[in-house]
């Protein structure tokens, strides 16, 4: 591959991670903010597949597409993890957002909801 052709691809890396970590920044909503997670995961398996083929020869280092292939395999999983959490976080509080803990510490209206309360009673 020429290096010009890799170093558009680093750029669209750099270019995506930089938007999801401006996202996972600004972004008060949790769904935002795993989906800022996923872009930036996206801008990193880019910067592997960009390196691992401007390898010489005519074959590309198979081992960095390995480690994406591993690292979406991974991606997926913490992003289920992470969409449970906040399904949960919005059940205990009925809020989809994180607030600072300035903000937490000036209201008393957002106490957590007892541990008993988020399961329904099933002979009712």
Not at 23 to 30: A, T
Not at 43 to 72: E, R, S
């Amino acid at each position: 591959m020429p290096d010009a052709d890799h170093r558009i691809y680093l750029l669209a890396a750099v270019a995506l991670f930089a938007i999801g970590f401006y996202s996972l920044l600004v972004q008060e909503h949790l769904l935002r903010r795993i989906m800022a997670l996923n872009v930036m995961g996206s801008g990193v398996f880019l910067v592997y597949i960009a390196l691992g083929a401007q390898t010489p020869g005519p074959l590309p280092d198979p081992v960095p597409h390995a480690m994406v292939l591993t690292g979406i395999v991974v991606s997926v999983c913490a992003t289920g993890l992470a969409l449970a959490l906040a399904d949960r976080v919005q059940a205990a509080t009925g809020r989809v957002e994180l607030r600072d803990d300035a903000e937490a510490a000036g209201s008393s209206e957002a106490t957590p909801a007892a541990p008993g309360a988020l399961r329904e009673d099933p002979s009712a």
